[in-house]
């Protein structure tokens, strides 16, 4: 009988009501094509104020044959926090774990290209997007960014890259032992090293909701 490794899925979501069914539908239905592997689903509910919450609970009870569990925080830490969160909690079962948004933007397509790639040999599988359609203000809050982050420290993290990556085992240990909570998550994955790769995504239209994008929230990222 082969063995089968397990991958745990988290979902940072803040105010999502309008895109988890839709995201929980999309994501199941490529990972039962994975079927090597064992899947489990992890939403982080990052203080929402609508039905978020609620409809991850109503998702975990009719679907009984999918291992789905979720994390209420108290109040909206915003993602770098319920990111760490998700890698936290994560148990040590897990050979990787995919980081993914749920407002399909991060399509769930592209997870066999992950999947595949760190089945290669590599530790860390970033998803980056082949164009990026943002307005005209957000176009300048992410070039300010990546000008501060790259220019005054260490780091060289490419522009189109994102958060939706694969991350093996090893890295998740090693996150573990980050003292830090106010954290910028990308930076320290890229910062720890292993073994990395690249896979390119057209990014679609987000389909509900709005953007929590904060220029405030980028330059504080950026000054810390």
């Known amino acids: 009988m082969k063995y089968k490794k397990n991958v745990l899925i988290i979902v940072p979501a803040y105010n999502e009501e309008d895109n988890l069914r839709v995201f929980f539908e999309e994501t199941n239905k490529i990972i039962q094509n994975l079927e090597d592997y064992i899947w489990e689903f992890l939403f982080i509910d990052d203080g929402s104020d ?3 919450w609620k409809i991850i609970d109503e998702i975990s009870n ?4 999918v291992n789905i569990k979720g994390v209420r925080l108290s109040r909206n830490f915003g993602k770098e926090l319920a990111l760490t969160a998700g890698i936290l909690e994560s148990a040590e079962e897990f050979s990787a774990v995919i980081i993914m948004d749920a407002d399909l933007q991060h399509p769930p397509s592209a997870i066999p290209q992950l999947v595949q790639q760190w089945e290669l040999g590599y530790q860390v599988v970033t998803a980056q997007r082949k164009s990026i359609r943002y307005s005209m203000w957000r176009e300048i809050g992410s070039n300010f960014f990546y000008f501060m982050l790259n220019h005054f420290s260490k780091l060289n ?9 694969l991350l093996d085992k090893q890295v998740v240990k090693i996150l573990k032992t980050f003292p830090e909570r106010n954290r910028f998550f990308r930076g320290i994955v890229d910062w720890v090293g292993f073994k990395k790769t690249f896979v390119i995504f057209d990014s679609p239209i987000r389909i509900g909701g709005k953007s929590a994008f904060s220029f405030n929230g980028l330059f504080n990222l950026a000054v810390n």
């Open 157 to 165: 993290i490419r522009q189109k890259a994102t958060d939706f990556r």
């Open 50 to 52: 609508d039905s978020t």
């Open 62 to 65: 009719f679907h009984k044959s």
